[in-house]
């Protein structure tokens, strides 16, 4: 789980960090776009949708994954980001895909603070949840250092093209890992629990007085 939050969680520290250069070297930082009776320069625009789309993400994934479950949701939300990143990089030349397109991945982006933990209280319980979390949690900050790392590969590169299909691929990787990795991992995990109180109820029969 560190390590799929690490992947996920550094495209949207990424494109928090430089969407306003981004927006320069797609050359449409500041083209007018007007939608529902409100005309704003590009940039802007996307930093306000973001904002919203980041903040419903996280009821909205969440309810998602009460229902479907936690793992089937990563995989549907980081296959979102990742094909959003990459379609940024594609398509965002034109200023309102880029307003559309940054939206989708802040909306994918913003459901790894209510999957994880949720995914963290599942599997150790909600005893120690807190402690848990605060350790998984960690994961933001190392992802936080990842993200000079992607201005020192546009300067060698000459464009952000390189960066996003990176952080598109640590998606992608995450959402393959979701289902082939960390769902038989939990169906092990949950079945030796299941196991271990079965038996240990057992014992407790076993030495009830008059059994």
Not at 31 to 48: D, K, Q, R, V, W
Not at 166 to 179: E, W, Y
């Amino acid at each position: 789980m560190m390590l799929m939050f690490i992947c996920t969680v550094s495209g949207g520290l990424m494109a928090v960090a430089q969407l306003g250069v981004i927006a320069h070297d797609l050359g449409v930082k500041e083209a007018p776009i007007s939608l529902f009776g409100i005309t704003m320069a590009a940039l802007p625009f996307a930093l306000m949708l973001d904002r919203v789309m980041n903040g419903i993400s996280r009821p909205l994934f969440g309810f998602v994954s009460d229902h479907i479950g936690r793992e089937a949701t990563m995989f549907i939300a980081f296959t979102f980001e990742g094909l959003g990143i990459l379609m940024l990089s594609r398509f965002g030349h034109d200023p309102i895909m880029f307003l559309i397109l940054s939206g989708l991945v802040f909306l994918a982006w913003g459901e790894v603070y209510s999957l994880f933990s949720a995914t963290s209280a599942d599997t150790f319980g909600t005893k120690h949840a807190a402690k848990i979390y605060g350790v998984l949690y960690c994961a933001k900050g190392v992802a936080a250092l990842l993200v000079p790392l992607g201005n020192l590969l546009m300067e060698a590169t000459g464009t952000w093209a390189t960066v996003l299909y990176i952080c598109a691929t640590m998606d992608l990787i995450a959402a393959f890992c979701a289902i082939a990795v960390l769902r038989p991992m939990l169906r092990k995990h949950h079945a030796r629990n299941a196991e271990l109180a079965a038996q240990q109820g057992a014992g407790g029969l076993a030495v009830q007085p008059g059994h």
